[in-house]
């Protein structure tokens, strides 16, 4: 069975203070890794996607890496803005998303 | 321009009514799907349509059935709520091609 886990389940911050998110996943056929942002009372919204072992992808604060068999969210001097739950999803060549269960992330000013 | 809306956003009901939960999106994706989010933050597929045809059935109860009449919308209807069903139920779509999921704003369910 597919399976997905990230940690820590949950993140607290100073402003400033970088650190990183971890999502290990156990799949048959990896296709795609993906991260996903979800604000309180909103819909995961689409951040990133890692299709092999070795890429990076970056998006002003966040780099998203990938290896065979986990990702990390690496946050550089994070800012209060950057409070909310993270997501990363493995995709698989079954056509099925296999979702974490997300790591709450609160950053102090 | 909202490209996956659902509605109703917030619905409180009782123990052993029918409702429904209707999406649609604008993006004009082949694949559309329901996931369930409980209090935990885990979220779970529940169905994929491709072009109107069903294509993941997770294991979900028989009380819980989606019904796709053409390829931009996907309800889900579900009959007899339990307490256990209270939980945000998110409708999404996503290109075959590109597989990036995209969320509606989801459907806080609570069952009384």
């Known amino acids: 069975e597919d399976q997905v886990t990230q940690s820590p389940e949950a993140l607290r911050l100073q402003e400033g203070e970088s650190s990183s998110l971890n999502c290990s996943y156990t799949?048959?056929?990896?296709?795609?890794l993906f991260w996903y942002r979800q604000d309180p009372g909103k819909g995961p919204e689409f951040l990133f996607t890692?299709?092999?072992a070795g890429e990076e992808k970056e998006k002003e604060r966040l780099k998203a890496t990938l290896t065979k068999k986990e990702s990390f969210l690496h946050i550089t001097a994070p800012k209060p803005e950057d409070s909310a739950t993270y997501l990363c999803a493995a995709n698989t060549n079954a056509g099925k998303s296999t979702f974490g269960d997300g790591t709450t992330l609160t950053v102090k000013p | 321009d909202t490209a996956v809306s659902q509605t109703p956003k917030y619905l409180v009901t009782q123990m052993g009514n029918d409702k429904s939960i209707k999406c649609e999106q604008n993006?004009?994706?082949?694949?559309m799907y329901w996931y369930k989010q409980d209090s935990k933050k885990f979220l779970k597929i529940m169905f994929s349509y491709n072009n109107k045809e069903l294509i993941i059935n997770e294991t979900v109860p028989n009380r819980f059935s989606p019904k796709s009449p053409d390829k931009a919308h996907l309800n889900l209807h579900i009959n007899s709520l339990e307490l256990g069903d209270s939980a945000v139920y998110f409708c999404?779509?996503?290109?075959?091609?590109?597989?990036?999921?995209?969320f509606g704003e989801g459907s806080w369910l609570t069952v009384v």
């Open positions: 999404a779509s996503s290109p075959v091609s590109e597989r990036t999921i995209y």
């Open positions: 799949v048959s056929g990896l296709r795609g």
């Open positions: 993006l004009g994706h082949d694949t």
């Open positions: 890692l299709y092999s």
